[in-house]
C-alpha cells in the first residue's frame, strides 16, 4: 500500500515510486529499490511525458496565479500592439506543447545538462505570472522577463548545439519571449503611477 512506504524525509522519492509503477507496471518495485537517477521508464511513456508536462504545470500555475488577470489586463493601460486578452491562453497552450516537445527531443539524446538548464527557465517562467498577477509586482515581473529572456537564448543555443530540431521548435517561444518582455515593460512604464 501508498502509505505505508511514504518516506519522512524524501517525498520526491516517493513520487518517483509512484511514478514508477504507474508508468512500470511489469516492474515491481520497493522503496529501496528505487534508482536514485530515476527508472527505466518506457520510451513512449518518457516521451509524451516530457511533452506534456510544461503545458500542465503551465495551466496549473495560470489557475493558482491569474484569477484576477482578466480584471486586471482591463484596467492596465497596455503599449502599443498588445494583443487582445483572449489570445493569451491559446497561445500559451501551443508553445507549452512546443516546450515540451523540444525537451522531449533533447531528453532522447540524454543531455541531462540541456534538461536542467531547460528546466530551471521553465521555473523561471512560471514565476512571472505570480509576480506580475497574483503579487502585482510589475517591476520584479520586468526584472524577471529579462531572466526568461536571458536563460531562452542559453536553452535555445544549448538545444541547437545537441539537436538542431529541437532549437527550430523553439523559435516561435523564444519570439513570444521577446514580444512578452516588451509587453512587460511596456506596461509597467505606462502603469508605474499605480
Known amino acids: 500500500m501508498f502509505y505505508n512506504i511514504i518516506p519522512s524525509s524524501n517525498h ?3 513520487l518517483r515510486h509512484y511514478y ?3 508508468f512500470n507496471l511489469n516492474i515491481a518495485y520497493t522503496y529501496h529499490q528505487i ?3 530515476g527508472c527505466p521508464m518506457k520510451p513512449t511513456i518518457q516521451f509524451i511525458f516530457h511533452l506534456v508536462t510544461p503545458l500542465i504545470l503551465g495551466k496549473t500555475v495560470g489557475k493558482l496565479s491569474t484569477r484576477s488577470a482578466p480584471r486586471q489586463y ?3 493601460r497596455q503599449p502599443p500592439f498588445a494583443p487582445p486578452r483572449k489570445i493569451f491562453a491559446p497561445m500559451w497552450t501551443f508553445l507549452y506543447l512546443t516546450m515540451g516537445l523540444s525537451h522531449a ?3 532522447r539524446k540524454g543531455n541531462r545538462q540541456a534538461s536542467k538548464l531547460f528546466k530551471v ?3 523561471i517562467n512560471y514565476t512571472w505570472s505570480f509576480l506580475f498577477f497574483r503579487l502585482r509586482k510589475r517591476q520584479l515581473a520586468l526584472v524577471n522577463s529579462v531572466m526568461i529572456w536571458v536563460t531562452m537564448y542559453a536553452v535555445l543555443t544549448k538545444f541547437f548545439k545537441i539537436n538542431r530540431l529541437s532549437g527550430i521548435i523553439l523559435l516561435p517561444y523564444t519570439l513570444w519571449t521577446t514580444f512578452a518582455a516588451y509587453l512587460t515593460l511596456g506596461s509597467w512604464y505606462l502603469n508605474r503611477a499605480k
Request: glycine content about 0%; proline content about 6%; hydrophobic content about 40%.
Open 12 to 14: 520526491f522519492l516517493y
Open 20 to 22: 514508477c509503477y504507474y
Open 35 to 37: 534508482p536514485k537517477r
Open 74 to 76: 482591463k484596467k492596465l
Open 105 to 107: 527531443l533533447i531528453n
Open 121 to 123: 527557465h521553465l521555473m
